[in-house]
């Protein structure tokens, strides 16, 4: 069964940062693409960041810039560092992780941009 699991969420002051990870387990063969979406209140979840088996990175508009995305493959792990946080980054973030059988999705964590 694949698992994916997040962490990292939380309260942040206006401009300052957070780390998000994701942990991905239950396939033999690795995942593909990883990445993170984003869904605030009243609006469409959409892509914050993606990043490829090979490490090739994408970002939203409004991600580049401020955030990173990284990965382990050998821990099947992504992170997304975080910088320069504004209240319009206020969502609940999930981590994605594309495998032979799908994708498969986090439950979220939250981040609130606020002081």
């Known amino acids: 069964q694949v698992q994916v699991a997040e962490s990292g969420g939380g309260l942040v002051q206006p401009g300052g940062s957070l780390r998000l990870s994701c942990a991905a387990s239950?396939?033999?063969?690795?995942?593909?693409?990883m990445g993170w979406y984003r869904q605030a209140p009243g609006k469409q979840r959409e892509l914050v960041a993606s990043?490829?088996?090979?490490?090739?990175?994408t970002y939203a508009d409004s991600a580049k810039g401020r955030f990173v995305i990284s990965r382990d493959n050998a821990k099947s792990t992504v992170t997304l560092q975080m910088n320069s946080l504004t209240p319009e980054d206020t969502a609940v973030y999930y981590c994605?992780?594309?495998?032979?059988?799908?994708?498969?999705w986090g439950q979220g964590t939250r981040v609130t941009v606020s002081s």
């Open positions: 239950g396939v033999i063969y690795g995942f593909d693409d």
């Open positions: 990043i490829t088996r090979g490490g090739t990175p």
């Open positions: 994605h992780a594309r495998h032979e059988s799908g994708v498969t």
